[in-house]
């Protein structure tokens, strides 16, 4: 388990993180998210122990990490894809963290292998692609098989195949009880990988919850298709919905939920063909949840040249 209590942190006179505390528990992919400039990389710096905060901790299964005696054993993080000597050889690169932490030889093969890397070990890491180097990025991490697992935008510089792979990852470790916290900007990808979300703008808490909470609670409208929309709208507005038809024959319908309107459509007779919740996209809660925390907001109106 991670733990962030009430941390703050500032570099002069601008304020990273305020007041910020919440938890990531074992064997869920946990979602860090927020706009640029929110505190997502600082806190994550903190829970690694490269950055101190000026109050609050950070811990790691109750310990920081500091304190950890065997850190690669525990933790694993990918922060920076690129930090990595690029005169030095993947396989080297990995032989030297693995006898630092007193991991065998045998487990760089392994972790070479797995990340997809095997045929170009002995290339060097300067040669690398943003992809490639966020595989070998992913094969530190594992290097020591550990419970608690830290990645900051890993999907960057990955191609289709390399996303399905890493999201099939997270679920692979996420079942074998790890604890695992993803930072990331895409919207569509979290929606696909988290199951639980914790959102936050400049530098404080703002909510958490699983995906399907989030975009439920947001849902305001339902889809209904009938044979007989016009006896079923008119039932519908004497509840106080609001109805409105759409292309295709349907009736969107606003002010009750699906349980409602089934009900309403039974006790009238009216045979449903479909009855389907509208939910937000992720991407909308997200935008509505942080609309006053963006760092750099654009408007609508063109450029004149």
Same mark, same amino acid.
């Given at each position: 388990?991670? @733990? ?7 570099? /002069?006179?601008?304020? =990273? ?12 992919? @946990? ?26 901790? $950070? ?6 990490? *500091?304190?950890?005696?065997?850190? !690669? ?14 005169? *030095?050889? $993947?396989?080297?690169?990995?032989? &030297? ?29 300067? #040669? ?24 900051? #935008? ?6 289709? +195949? ?8 997270? *679920? ?6 790890? @604890? ?8 569509? #990808? %979290? ?11 400049? /530098? ?22 009938? &044979?007989?929309?016009?006896? !079923?709208?008119? =039932? ?12 295709? /024959? ?15 459509? !039974?006790?009238?007779?009216? &045979?449903?063909?479909? !009855? ?6 992720? +991407?909308?809660?997200? %935008?509505?949840? @942080? &609309? /006053? ?13």
């Amino acid at each position: 388990m991670i @733990t962030v209590e009430h941390v703050s942190k500032s570099y /002069g006179d601008t304020v =990273a993180l305020r007041d910020l505390s919440f938890e990531v528990s074992a064997g869920v992919i @946990t979602g860090f998210l927020g706009p640029n400039g929110s505190g997502k990389s600082t806190t994550m710096r903190i829970i690694m122990g490269l950055d101190e905060p000026q109050r609050g901790r $950070a811990t790691i299964d109750g310990h920081s990490y *500091r304190d950890l005696s065997s850190p !690669l054993h525990a933790v694993g993080a990918l922060l920076d894809a690129k930090a990595i000597h690029p005169g *030095r050889t $993947a396989r080297n690169h990995l032989r &030297a963290l693995a006898t630092s932490n007193d991991i065998s030889q045998r487990r760089v093969e392994d972790v070479l292998e797995f990340v997809g890397l095997a045929g170009v070990a002995d290339r060097r890491a300067g #040669e690398f692609s943003l992809g490639m180097s966020q595989r070998l990025g992913i094969a530190s991490c594992l290097l020591g098989d550990p419970g608690v697992l830290l990645f900051d #935008e890993p999907i960057n510089g990955l191609d289709p +195949e390399g996303i399905r792979w890493i999201r099939e990852v997270f *679920r692979t470790l996420a079942s074998e009880g790890r @604890t695992i916290l993803v930072s990331s900007h895409l919207m569509s #990808e %979290m929606a696909l990988t988290a199951d639980h979300v914790i959102v936050i703008g400049k /530098g404080s808490f703002i909510t958490q919850g699983t995906v399907d909470e989030l975009t439920t609670t947001r849902a305001n409208a339902v889809l209904v298709r009938s &044979a007989e929309n016009e006896r !079923l709208a008119g =039932a519908l507005r004497a509840e106080d919905a609001t109805v409105t038809p759409q292309p295709g /024959g349907a009736l969107l319908v606003e002010g009750l939920d699906a349980g409602a309107i089934g009900r309403v459509a !039974l006790r009238d007779s009216v &045979a449903l063909v479909e !009855l389907t919740p509208q939910r937000a996209s992720l +991407e909308d809660v997200f %935008m509505e949840l @942080t &609309a /006053g925390a963006t760092e750099y907001a654009s408007t609508q109106r063109g450029i004149d040249a």
